[in-house]
């Protein structure tokens, strides 16, 4: 992909999800408890700082710098996926059987 043509993808693949996850971020406060919830967010909020950092270099056209972020926000989103895959199993409501 041209560096000029990632922000364009950013928006189009990622802008809705990241925003929805940071709408709904307050319900996980209430079910997962604030320290479990500052971890989700610390990650996410690294990953959605360098997703933006990946955005402006490629509207000024930084070949590797768009690259060396992208990578970053990668780590960053799976680190915060794989945490709160964790909390939900962790957390998710036991079904006894009748």
């Known amino acids: 992909m041209p560096v000029y043509e990632a922000?364009?993808?950013i928006?189009?693949?990622?802008?809705?999800d990241l925003n929805n996850f940071a709408n709904a971020r307050e319900s996980?406060?209430?079910?997962?408890?604030?320290?479990?919830y500052a971890e989700v967010m610390s990650?996410?909020?690294?990953?959605e700082r360098y997703i933006n950092r990946v955005w402006s270099a490629s509207t000024d056209?930084?070949?590797?710098?768009?690259?060396?972020?992208?990578?970053r926000a990668t780590q960053q989103f799976r680190e915060a996926?794989?945490?709160?895959?964790?909390?939900?199993?962790?957390?998710?409501?036991?079904?006894s059987p009748a």
């Open 61 to 71: 056209g930084y070949v590797d710098e768009v690259r060396n972020y992208l990578d």
């Open 7 to 9: 922000r364009f993808e």
């Open 81 to 95: 996926r794989a945490l709160f895959a964790e909390l939900q199993q962790q957390y998710q409501p036991t079904i």
């Open 28 to 36: 996980m406060k209430h079910v997962f408890g604030l320290q479990n």
């Open 43 to 47: 990650a996410f909020a690294a990953g």
């Open 11 to 16: 928006d189009r693949l990622l802008r809705e």
